[in-house]
């Protein structure tokens, strides 16, 4: 009874002494795992009683067999305490959350705005009116659209012409004073998104700049008096093309009209009386005409009164 309790002190002993130790307490449990805990202590239990010499360990045998037993507890140990030491600390991470990681979502790409159409309005376009694009542009994701537009003007005759920036011209109006009747005009409109992204240029249909036709401005006269009749016609024409006037074929007799300066003059037979209906014309030479019916009333002047006797 007296040496079973003496073993368990010692056995209580070992323990302690293997608790105190970090790494120690691991290999302990590593030998435990393999079986090898109960063997060593029995083994150490009896290497403390000394032999008949008085040495722990008395015989080559022993000596030996301890040798390779610490040996093969010393290999044991050192694999199992690299494991743990390698694990220890780090939380187990599932296999899902190594995907996860691994398939992170790349940055939704930002797609340029395009302009789905525009036109030059007005159209048929004259040389007395200001030009404007309409554009209609969109874009993929919603965002807002920032238009740069630029007009050109094709130089040269027939099917191929050469375009040419009109300098400053950056807006969506063009005024009517940077064109003339004939000249072929475009706008080039380019799309950006608040993102930067550019999107592709888009061109305008050419639009030919008609003639403006010119207008008679003046008035004729409403009372006929006297034996002359006179009348200046004004005319107005945007393009400044000189204007050249004429009367219709059916005129009084003796009516005529400056080509140049529109000045109608008719000196009036005595007696002629009635009502006398004239169309002066003007045109431009470039297919641009205008006209203004005048209506001549003569009536025959009052007879003098006869004194009484």
Partial sequence: MKGQRHQ?????????????DKVASICAQQVQATSIFPALTL???????????????????????????LAFCFLTCLGGCKGKKQGEGKP??????????????????????KV??????????????????????????KDLIEL???????????PVRTAVNLEGETDPTLS??????????????????????????YQTKLLVIR????????????????????????????????????????????MTINPTTGLITWAIPPGVTGTFSVTVNGDDGHGGTCYQKLNLTLTAPPKPKEGKE
């Fill in 8 to 20: 368990n002190q010692k056995f209580d002993k070992i323990n302690k002494l293997w608790e105190k």
């Fill in 43 to 69: 083994f150490l239990l009896g290497i403390e009683e000394k032999t008949n010499k008085g040495h722990l360990l008395g015989s080559k045998r022993m000596k030996k067999s301890f040798i390779l037993f």
């Fill in 92 to 113: 187990g991470t599932s296999h899902a959350e190594k995907n996860e990681k691994k398939t992170v979502a790349p940055p939704a790409p930002n797609y340029a705005p």
């Fill in 116 to 141: 789905v159409g525009a036109k030059i309005v007005p159209d048929p376009a004259y040389a007395n009116r200001d030009l404007k694009v309409e554009v209609n542009a969109e874009d993929p994701e």
């Fill in 148 to 158: 740069k537009y630029q007009w050109i003007k094709f130089m040269g005759e027939g």
């Fill in 176 to 201: 009517h004073d940077k064109f003339v009747h004939g000249d072929v005009v475009a706008v080039r409109i380019t799309p950006f998104d608040w993102k930067g992204a550019e999107g592709q240029m």
């Fill in 211 to 254: 003639n403006s036709p010119p207008e008679i401005i003046s008035l004729p006269p409403e009372n006929i008096s006297g034996p002359l009749f006179t009348y200046p016609v004004k005319v107005k024409d945007m393009d400044n093309d000189p204007i050249t006037l004429s009367l219709c074929e059916s005129v009084p007799k003796g």
